[in-house]
């Protein structure tokens, strides 16, 4: 009997005991839980207050009123109910995003991890090294096609060229349903399996694994000075408007004025925009450095609207070097459907001024700009890239959102891409026609355009390496906020 008390005794003091690890537990995990919703909640009220302020369609989306949650008040804050209520009812700051969005606004975005996106501005991604295009075949499935490749990287060092096919990734074959997967990821490698087309047939080569890495890109890919029947032309490969290179750029068109060129081809086909600034310094550079002449006008929200500078005057100056300017009285323009944002900027802010000649495709129709809004409560990452200002150039024509068409059109055939820089690849030839009224000696090239050949695989482009990147089609202006 007395042992068998002892061990309810023993029984009865442990249970208090053990039970208090539990407890903590879930007094922890509860802890926890409330502290993610505040976090969510802090987060939700940084999206509506943000759009509320500075997004261009504020007064046309209902939820962003003014007086949407309290009409005795011209500001909503979290002392309101309904305003608190209302947040709570979305899942996630992301949910809550899409919900404010006018149904016009096809580029606005959030992130969860602000360090990617800053990266992204400078031209830093995860990459094996090659920009390439995914396209549909006539069998139905997707294959992948390179359209350049960046210098020092692994697929430069591996042999991989402009031109180059590819159907599988780590074994397996590309579809519509699992290219997204297969390609975009963060595996340290990926291994490509590349082909040629052979009587429409895809002939397997050889299989490359390369590296995927964090780089950096020079946007300028290529500059260099052509000399053709008598005349110096500078013909210059910019990929994207990335701020960290501005000075390097300038550097590229003094090159450009001590070779006496008289005639620039930009060829802008892989570019889907950036910095506002280096559009401008850009376009200062062709055009010259006038500071009294509009470059582009820029209108936002009534809330907004005194908030901005809105017009942007040609530049003489980037930080204090000063601007090598060609002054050219025209400009020939090389395009594609993903040239978009400040690259359609260029085209738009210099056609007061100079003569433009755009050859190519159909660009993306994007006149509007963005700023990076960033979340500052303690430990999130989230941040907006809203849209913010609509453009227009000086003359007062900004409505290209189908836009801007080709003077001279020439679609890229991804079977007969050319090697950038030559003078017989197709769209440089024909501006180097059009420069000197001599045309091109490859019979191909004649009458520019597309060739159909009957036993090639006819392949149908749809999408790219960009397109998740968040600086995707993006035109961005320096962060009021900051």
């Known amino acids: 009997m007395i042992k068998k008390f002892s061990l309810l005794l023993v029984l009865a003091l442990c249970l208090p005991s053990c039970s208090k690890e539990p407890q903590a537990e879930q ?44 009409k005795s008040v011209s500001y909503t804050n979290a002392t309101s109910k309904n305003y608190v209520d209302y947040l709570k009812n979305f899942s996630s700051p992301e949910v809550l995003f899409k919900q404010l969005l006018s149904p016009e606004d096809r580029f606005s975005f959030i992130v969860k991890d602000i360090d990617e996106l800053e990266n992204s501005f400078q031209g830093i991604s995860l990459s094996t090294g090659m920009d390439y295009a995914l396209a549909r075949i006539e069998t139905g499935g997707v294959v992948g096609y390179v359209r350049y490749v960046l210098p020092s990287s692994d697929a430069e060092k591996q042999g991989v060229k402009r031109g180059d096919f590819f159907d599988s990734v780590d074994g397996e074959k590309l579809t519509l349903n699992n290219y997204q997967k297969l390609l975009f990821n963060q595996n340290p490698s990926l291994t490509f399996g590349f082909f040629k087309v052979v009587d429409k047939q895809i002939v397997p080569t050889e299989s490359k694994t390369l590296s995927q890495l964090p780089l950096q890109e020079n946007p300028i890919l290529l500059h260099k000075t052509l000399n053709r029947n008598g005349k110096k032309i500078g013909y210059l490969v910019y990929n994207s408007f990335v701020s960290k290179y501005d000075k390097e750029l300038n550097e590229a068109f003094a090159q450009f004025k001590a070779d006496g060129v008289s005639d620039l081809v930009l060829d802008l086909r892989y570019n889907s925009g950036g910095s506002v600034q280096t559009a401008i310094y850009l376009a200062s550079m062709i055009k010259g450095t006038d500071t009294h002449k509009v470059f582009v006008k820029q209108a936002s929200n009534k809330k907004m609207a005194n908030y901005w500078n809105r017009e942007y005057n040609f530049e003489n100056n980037i930080s204090g070097t000063p601007i090598q300017a060609l002054n050219l009285p025209k400009v020939y323009i090389l395009t594609s459907k993903r040239t978009a944002s400040a690259s359609e900027l260029i085209i738009n802010g210099l056609k007061p001024y100079l003569t433009v000649v755009q050859i190519g495709d159909k660009t993306v129709g994007k006149n509007l700009a963005s700023i990076t809004l960033k979340d500052k409560t303690q430990g999130s990452k989230w941040a907006m890239q809203p849209i913010v200002l609509r453009s227009e150039n000086a003359a007062g ?37 059009l420069i000197t009224g001599v045309p091109p000696q490859s019979a191909s090239l004649r009458g520019a355009g ?33």
């Open 27 to 70: 007094l922890e995990k509860a802890t926890q839980e409330a502290e993610a919703t505040d976090q969510q909640y802090r987060t939700k009220d940084f999206v509506w207050q943000g759009l509320n302020k500075y997004y261009l369609w504020q007064e046309q989306v209902a939820d962003l009123s003014d007086t949407r949650f309290e």
């Open 397 to 433: 024509f900004g409505h290209y959102e189908t836009g801007l068409l080709p003077d001279f059109e020439i679609k890229e055939d991804v079977r007969n891409l050319g090697v950038l820089g030559d003078e017989n690849e197709p769209l440089l030839a024909k501006a180097l026609e």
């Open 450 to 482: 597309v060739r159909r050949v009957a036993n090639r695989l006819s392949m149908d482009e749809f999408d790219h390496c960009r397109s998740l990147s968040p600086t995707n089609n993006r035109m961005y202006i320096d962060n009021p906020t900051e």
